[in-house]
């Protein structure tokens, strides 16, 4: 069973440039999370979206923004780049049946320079 | 709101001695209560979980941890290090009502041969 695939993996990106990642997810997986990671912030959490619908946001700036596809294939864009959006972006995906864990990809390495 | 507290932000032991990791959690109802580790350049990986029953858990590589609801901890042990378990070791906690991970700040684990 194919796990969670995000692309790029890795990303330079100027500032003032906006990017869009990709992610997607186990097959059947429904549920779509985005996570930023920076050493100063730790884990945090951007969005959540099921059925093409998102369910829940964190508190991001509105230049953080997210869709997902009828596949459930998700994707995440950041737009006016600043240089502390730099940071590793991970997507999880869960079945939404109960209590699971989520399974997360190998997450995309942006770097704003 | 909930929120996660990993005592440790680094953590050396030995190799072949016990790796006890803490994790305390506040939620205003029962929690799911996960363990994720991080290797260098990696996404998470589910390591456990709990979610209802046995408060006891057994997860993936030997780790065990220990759901105690009057002390809101969640501690993470395995009795023998090994080099393999270098690595970047994170609480989280999913209410659930919510549909997303609120993490601890991370506790990186160091092995001494």
């Known amino acids: 069973k194919a796990g969670v695939t995000q692309t790029p993996r890795y990303l330079i990106k100027t500032r003032g440039q906006q990017v869009t990642l990709s992610c997607s997810p186990i097959?059947?997986?429904?549920?779509v999370s985005w996570y930023q990671q920076t050493p100063g912030q730790g884990l945090q959490f951007l969005f959540e979206y099921f059925s093409e619908t998102q369910r829940n946001k964190g508190n991001f700036p509105g230049r953080f923004s997210g869709r997902q596809f009828s596949n459930s294939r998700s994707e995440m864009n950041v737009s006016t780049l600043e240089l502390g959006d730099s940071a590793l972006y991970l997507c999880?995906?869960?079945?939404?049946?109960?209590?699971?864990?989520?399974?997360f990809g190998s997450g995309t390495r942006l770097t704003v320079v | 709101a909930q929120s996660v507290t990993q005592l440790g932000s680094h953590v050396s032991v030995s190799e072949g001695a016990l790796v006890l990791l803490r994790c305390n959690y506040s939620?205003?109802?029962?929690?799911?209560l996960f363990w994720y580790v991080q290797y260098p350049n990696q996404g998470l990986q589910l390591l456990l979980k709990y979610t209802t029953g046995a408060t006891l858990v057994k997860g993936i590589n030997g780790f065990e941890a220990e759901f105690k609801k009057s002390e809101t901890s969640f501690h993470l042990t395995k009795p023998s290090a090994h080099m393999s378990d270098a690595a970047e070791y994170f609480c989280a906690v999913r209410n659930a009502a919510g549909n997303k991970l609120t993490f601890g700040g991370g506790t990186r684990v160091l092995v001494k041969p």
């Open positions: 999880a995906s869960s079945s939404d049946r109960g209590p699971l864990g989520y399974t």
């Open positions: 097959s059947g997986h429904r549920s």
């Open positions: 939620s205003s109802v029962p929690p799911y």
